[in-house]
């Protein structure tokens, strides 16, 4: 009897990666994951669903997200040319080390961060070289200088706010990043929405610098996975070389233009979430046993006295899923909590009580 062909092994590199993922646990409250906690507006749904009824599902959507890169650049003052649109941010940073990374080439970053960053480089065959951030998450230049001058990357990462620390870079800082950096700066702004800043405003056709977005967060987008970024017309010609074709669906080109014609939710949504975020952080910040960390995101990282892995467990077993950050470089003991609704906020203010108190 003929044995079986064996199956190809992976690429060496990829050798003990694991995928990232977060727990996906039936809770009455979820605030892992930093979604919004509103749905889209009614009207934003009833305007999609007649786009859908109208859409030709039996072609290919257009190559070019056309109609969505024009309403994304006119929302964001910018030109379609400087547009690149994706399924999800995460899409457009793969996208991005496609292009520019890859074998024999490096990707710095500063941790603790987006833990995507990493793996994505890492998934693209791209080197990964790391600079530390300083005891309060903020990037120390000295460091940053250091890493850049030592390794010479292709490319550099910043996350403002920071994920998951909700650090907010200051411009001056993000500025003299660019003016070190040797090769393409990211900076990845999936919460810029909730942020006093944005680089958007540092973009231009002469310097390598791409602003990554997101419809996830602020515009009730997750479930349709729709991201962009704002760069030179040139790195977007690049993008454009290596994404798939028709890569984005109707249906979500269709949302996210969509999305865009509802801007003053959005800012409704943005400060009531923003106000939920500071009076969370007042109330961790008097609890005894609590250390919480300002942020200009719509998460905050705290830490407790207690094992962190048992206060997760308890919080879930109190009915409320955070996340458990303690095991990512840098955030030994810490958790993240997603800022919800002000319902689920005292839900979880009065679980996390009860676990410390047990």
Same mark, same amino acid.
């Given at each position: 009897?003929?044995?079986?062909?064996?199956?190809?092994?992976?690429?060496?590199?990829? $050798? /003990?990666?694991?995928?990232?993922?977060?727990?996906? !646990?039936? =809770?009455?409250? *979820?605030?892992?994951?930093?979604?919004?906690?509103?749905?889209?507006?009614?009207?934003?749904?009833?305007?999609?669903?007649?786009? !859908?009824?109208?859409?030709?599902?039996?072609?290919?959507?257009?190559?070019?997200?056309?109609?969505?890169?024009?309403?994304?650049?006119?929302?964001? &003052?910018?030109?379609?040319?400087?547009?690149?649109?994706?399924?999800?941010?995460?899409?457009?940073?793969?996208?991005?080390?496609? %292009?520019?990374?890859?074998?024999?080439?490096?990707?710095?970053?500063?941790?603790?961060?987006?833990?995507?960053?990493?793996?994505?480089?890492?998934?693209?065959?791209?080197?990964?070289?790391?600079?530390?951030?300083?005891?309060?998450? $903020?990037?120390?230049?000295?460091?940053?200088?250091?890493?850049?001058?030592?390794?010479?990357?292709?490319?550099?990462?910043?996350?403002?706010?920071?994920?998951?620390?909700?650090? @907010?870079?200051? *411009?001056?800082?993000?500025?003299?990043?660019? +003016?070190?950096?040797? &090769?393409?700066?990211?900076?990845?702004?999936?919460?810029?929405?909730?942020?006093?800043?944005?680089?958007?405003?540092?973009?231009?056709?002469?310097?390598? !610098?791409?602003?990554?977005?997101?419809?996830?967060?602020?515009?009730?987008?997750?479930?349709?996975?729709? /991201?962009?970024?704002? %760069?030179?017309?040139?790195?977007?010609?690049?993008?454009?070389?290596?994404?798939?074709?028709?890569?984005?669906?109707?249906?979500?080109?269709?949302?996210?233009?969509?999305?865009?014609?509802?801007?003053?939710?959005?800012? !409704?949504? =943005? #400060?009531?979430?923003?106000?939920?975020?500071?009076?969370?952080?007042?109330?961790?910040?008097?609890? +005894? /046993? @609590?250390?919480?960390?300002?942020?200009?995101?719509?998460?905050?990282?705290?830490?407790?006295?207690? #094992?962190?892995?048992? =206060?997760?467990?308890?919080?879930?077993?109190?009915?409320?899923?955070?996340?458990? %950050?303690?095991?990512?470089?840098?955030?030994? /003991?810490?958790?993240?909590? $997603?800022?919800?609704?002000?319902?689920?906020?005292?839900?979880?203010?009065?679980?996390?009580?009860? =676990?410390?108190?047990?």
């Amino acid at each position: 009897m003929t044995e079986p062909p064996a199956f190809p092994e992976p690429r060496a590199d990829l $050798t /003990g990666l694991e995928g990232y993922h977060s727990a996906q !646990v039936t =809770v009455p409250v *979820r605030l892992n994951t930093n979604e919004s906690p509103y749905p889209p507006p009614d009207a934003f749904v009833a305007a999609l669903a007649d786009a !859908v009824r109208a859409a030709p599902f039996h072609r290919y959507p257009d190559r070019g997200a056309s109609e969505l890169r024009a309403a994304t650049a006119r929302f964001h &003052g910018q030109s379609p040319e400087r547009v690149f649109c994706a399924n999800g941010s995460n899409e457009v940073l793969q996208t991005l080390l496609l %292009a520019y990374g890859g074998p024999g080439r490096r990707a710095a970053l500063f941790r603790p961060t987006y833990l995507l960053h990493d793996h994505i480089a890492r998934i693209t065959g791209t080197e990964v070289v790391a600079g530390e951030r300083r005891a309060d998450f $903020t990037l120390d230049l000295d460091e940053v200088r250091s890493v850049l001058t030592a390794t010479n990357p292709h490319i550099t990462f910043l996350c403002t706010p920071n994920n998951p620390t909700g650090v @907010v870079e200051a *411009r001056e800082v993000v500025e003299a990043v660019i +003016d070190a950096a040797p &090769g393409l700066v990211i900076i990845d702004e999936a919460y810029g929405e909730f942020a006093p800043w944005s680089a958007l405003e540092l973009v231009s056709d002469d310097r390598p !610098v791409v602003v990554v977005r997101t419809f996830s967060k602020v515009w009730s987008l997750a479930g349709l996975r729709l /991201g962009c970024c704002i %760069a030179p017309p040139r790195v977007v010609a690049d993008l454009e070389k290596v994404a798939l074709p028709y890569h984005l669906s109707a249906l979500t080109q269709a949302a996210g233009r969509l999305a865009l014609d509802f801007a003053d939710e959005m800012r !409704v949504r =943005v #400060d009531a979430i923003v106000r939920e975020r500071e009076r969370v952080h007042t109330a961790l910040a008097g609890t +005894d /046993g @609590v250390t919480v960390w300002p942020s200009g995101a719509n998460f905050l990282l705290f830490r407790t006295e207690r #094992d962190a892995k048992q =206060v997760w467990q308890g919080l879930v077993d109190g009915g409320v899923l955070v996340r458990d %950050a303690s095991s990512w470089p840098g955030l030994a /003991g810490c958790l993240r909590v $997603t800022i919800g609704t002000p319902e689920e906020n005292d839900a979880f203010l009065v679980a996390l009580k009860e =676990v410390l108190a047990a």
